[in-house]
């Protein structure tokens, strides 16, 4: 990768929950009551893991659990979002919905510096639960454009968008290797690294640091308390020795 290519701003795309914030048993509850509203049937996700999966995959998997045909699944997929967002909207209160350690130093640090990088998201959650989780945190001001689990079920599909919407933000079209993901899974590492992008990840979910080192992560911090150590990394131009070792930043 040549560095002297690579124009600015960069774009940084966040992933929200286990990475930004945690919302827990309170968010999942109200999703699950939207769920058994809409299909009539209680979901069943005992068992299943919903790290980096988008809200639709998610849908499937717990509804296929309770035995409910796939094709009924989709065909409510696209009226599901909007109840889900008034059911959000009504059930969670800030006090819910808790910011992980060094976000709000390490967001205002890099939005003092629009030249250098643009903030966006890319996130399983619908686009409406996305931003009112981000209001309750009041980290909604931070993002002016994403990708969310409306573009697609698969969270491969939410990059093309997620770019999409960067080059209209910035007005010129971002490159793959200009673009940076930020997530807590494994499934942010993949759907990075299926369209050449690198993958920041922080072990603040529920996946172990090895594990986002063992998938691939160009960078792995425990959390982004250290806004220090993680914004040089940043300002580097992509420079592969330096995130190779992240000791040399």
Not at 147 to 169: E, K, M, N, Q
Request: proline letters at 6%.
């Amino acid at each position: 990768m040549n560095a002297a290519t690579i124009s600015r701003p960069r774009v940084l795309l966040f992933d929200i929950d286990g990475t930004l914030l945690r919302v827990g048993r309170a968010e999942s509850g109200i999703f699950l009551r939207t769920l058994a509203d809409a299909f009539g049937r209680r979901p069943e996700p005992a068992g299943l893991s919903f790290a980096g999966k988008t809200n639709g995959q998610i849908t499937l998997e717990v509804m296929a659990a309770a035995g409910l045909d796939e094709a009924e699944v989709h065909r409510q997929l696209p009226s599901l979002p909007a109840r889900y967002d008034a059911d959000l909207e009504a059930g969670l209160d800030a006090a819910s919905v808790h910011v992980l350690p060094g976000v709000t130093s390490l967001l205002p640090a890099l939005a003092e510096r629009p030249s250098d990088f643009a903030l966006g998201l890319l996130t399983g959650n619908w686009r409406g639960a996305a931003r009112i989780k981000l209001d309750r945190a009041g980290l909604g001001d931070f993002f002016a454009f994403g990708a969310f689990g409306d573009d697609g079920i698969d969270r491969r599909t939410l990059v093309p968008p997620a770019l999409a919407r960067a080059s209209d933000h910035v007005g010129r079209r971002v490159q793959p290797e200009e673009a940076l993901i930020i997530g807590d899974s494994v499934r942010d590492v993949d759907c990075a690294h299926a369209h050449g992008l690198p993958c920041l990840a922080v072990a603040t979910g529920h996946t172990p640091a090895d594990d986002l080192r063992a998938a691939g992560a160009e960078l792995v911090v425990d959390d982004l308390i250290h806004a220090a150590r993680v914004l040089p990394w940043l300002g580097a131009v992509w420079d592969p020795e330096a995130a190779a070792d992240p000791a040399r930043v």
